[in-house]
């Protein structure tokens, strides 16, 4: 290490490596093994009856986080708002935040949920108190048994393994699991670990798809990913790892909102991942199919992460390529492994697309004086 390197890689930066494997590679092969240990964690009981005193009293319940802590606070609204459509309440009770502004417009009362993988996250803290002053209890989801956070939180979900890469998987998969057992807990009925955990290694595990499939998107053009329900909480954390690790141009949508007007801005040089893993059933196929057929009608050649149910749509075309998941498990909460396993394959598929670049991923380039002190404008400063 050069004495340069040694003045910028100090104490709580990822390992860094000339080459692979990365770090990043090493959490993501790590995770079949978190399912379990959260599952089980008695914690998700406290935050579950939380979660149904606020619901009773008919207050708020939001979770909240930023950038991939966001995206799994909206996969955890979806996994409890679906906990509770199973024991009778509405749906559309429980909200997912983005902390900024959580902590600009705060829900009086209720309960606030962060999630907050290194605890130290400024936005999501000033959320949390926030919340707080505004009359809500705080739970917490975090790697980080020392973060300040706790000391007004609760109840409090400390996830057993630190992700140790800067692009964050072990941080996202260990907060959905969080959510699946909060879920379960609001249910009554706590989640079987062993398919889950036999599913997300099947998912974790390469087999030539991932790589085939970033082949076609590896360009320097846009990559605009689309989903629906699950899918589109994939999507937009998919376009954070495909900018954060191989360093290309990302964007998330919803399937739906891809077809309104977004089209008419992409060029043949523009590539395109839709996703299937969530929500299958004859409209959703239907519109797939159809998304699929007016990308190519543009001048796109889509490709597609698809559950084995998708992958049999009538019409649907994919000139780009696919990536099949493996059967998922039935489940109490069908969103927890269509979740889980598009955490798996945007991981994949993001490690292929890094192996194709021949960057590090692990310190989403901070290892670069000017995002490195770009970085530094936007954290170190609490001026705001």
């Known amino acids: 290490m050069t004495n340069d390197r040694q003045a910028w890689l100090t104490e709580g930066w990822p390992e860094f490596r000339a080459a692979a494997p990365w770090v990043m590679a090493e959490m993501v092969a790590s995770e079949p093994d978190l399912v379990e240990p959260i599952l089980g964690d008695r914690a998700a009981a406290d935050v579950a009856r939380l979660v149904v005193e606020a619901i009773r009293r008919s207050e708020p319940v939001v979770v909240s986080g930023c950038g991939t802590s966001e995206h799994a606070a909206q996969a955890i609204a979806m996994l409890l708002d679906g906990a509770l459509r199973g024991v009778g309440w509405r749906g559309g009770l429980v909200e997912a935040r983005q902390a900024f502004d959580a ?12 999630v907050t993988h290194d605890g130290g996250t400024r936005a999501t803290s000033l959320a949390a108190e926030a919340a707080l002053a505004s009359g809500a209890r705080v739970a917490l989801v975090t790697g980080n048994p020392g973060a300040s956070l706790a000391a007004i939180a609760d109840a409090i979900i400390v996830t057993p393994k630190h992700d140790d890469s800067w692009c964050h998987t072990v941080a996202y998969v260990s907060a959905i699991l969080a959510g699946g057992a909060i879920a379960g807990s609001v249910l009554g009925a706590p989640i079987d670990p062993l398919p889950l955990r036999a599913f997300l290694a099947a998912c974790v595990t390469g087999d030539g798809q991932a790589a085939a499939v970033a082949e076609t998107l590896n360009s320097a053009a846009p990559l605009v990913i689309a989903g629906a329900g699950a899918d589109e909480v994939t ?26 007007g977004h089209l008419a801005g992409n060029v043949p040089s523009t590539r395109l991942l839709l996703l299937a893993v969530d929500l299958p059933g004859r409209r959703r196929d239907a519109r797939l199919a159809l998304a699929s057929q007016a990308a190519v009608r543009s001048g796109l050649a889509p490709a597609a992460v698809l559950s084995p149910a998708a992958a049999a749509t009538p019409g649907l075309v994919t000139p780009g390529g696919r990536l099949v998941l ?46 490195r002190e770009a970085a530094a404008i936007c954290e170190e400063s609490e001026d705001w």
């Open 326 to 371: 493996p059967p998922a498990p039935e489940s109490s909460l069908p969103a927890l492994p269509a979740l889980l396993g598009g955490a798996a394959a945007l991981q994949r598929l993001t490690l292929a697309l890094v192996d194709l670049a021949g960057v590090n991923p692990d310190l989403i380039r901070r290892e670069e004086a000017p995002f």
């Open 235 to 260: 999507a937009r954390e998919l376009a954070l790892k495909v900018e954060e690790g191989p360093r290309l141009p990302a964007v998330g949508r919803h399937l739906e909102t891809l077809l309104h």
């Open 103 to 114: 902590a600009l417009d705060p829900r009086p009362g209720g309960l606030f949920i962060a």
